[in-house]
């Protein structure tokens, strides 16, 4: 199971971190991945992380914004957006799978394995 926190409501320019931890297993060689999905919109990839070699992918609209870390030690993959706008207002899933062909095409493929429950991010302007 993978526990999202740390979303919330914040004005546009603010920021925010998010943080997702497994309850059963080490991420040490995952792709653990941050999709969202807005209003009326689908599903989208934002940012996946390859733990084990660092290799990071980012959607453009958030490249820059956003960076995508893991801490091994506290089994634990972040996300911190900064420069928040409305337009990234939406659910935010943390997802991981234990294989890893392209974290590129996984990401935009949504071709991962295990979702959680979603954290809310709310942006006004």
């Known amino acids: 199971n993978l526990v999202e926190s740390g979303g919330g409501s914040v004005q546009s320019g603010g920021s925010l971190t998010l943080s997702c931890a497994p309850s059963?297993?080490?991420?040490?060689?995952?792709?653990m991945g941050w999709f969202r999905q807005a209003p009326g919109k689908e599903r989208e990839g934002i940012a996946c992380?390859?733990?084990?070699?660092?290799?990071?992918y980012y959607l453009n609209a958030v490249r820059g914004r956003f960076t995508v870390s893991g801490d091994v030690a506290k089994n634990t993959v972040y996300l911190q957006m900064n420069n928040l706008s409305p337009d990234d207002t939406g659910l935010y899933y943390c997802?991981?799978?234990?294989?890893?062909?392209?974290?590129?095409?996984?990401?935009?493929?949504?071709?991962?394995?295990?979702w959680g429950q979603g954290t809310q991010v709310t942006v006004s302007s």
């Open positions: 997802v991981a799978d234990p294989i890893i062909t392209s974290i590129q095409e996984q990401c935009v493929e949504a071709n991962l394995g295990s």
């Open positions: 992380l390859a733990m084990f070699t660092g290799e990071t």
């Open positions: 059963e297993y080490p991420l040490n060689f995952y792709i």
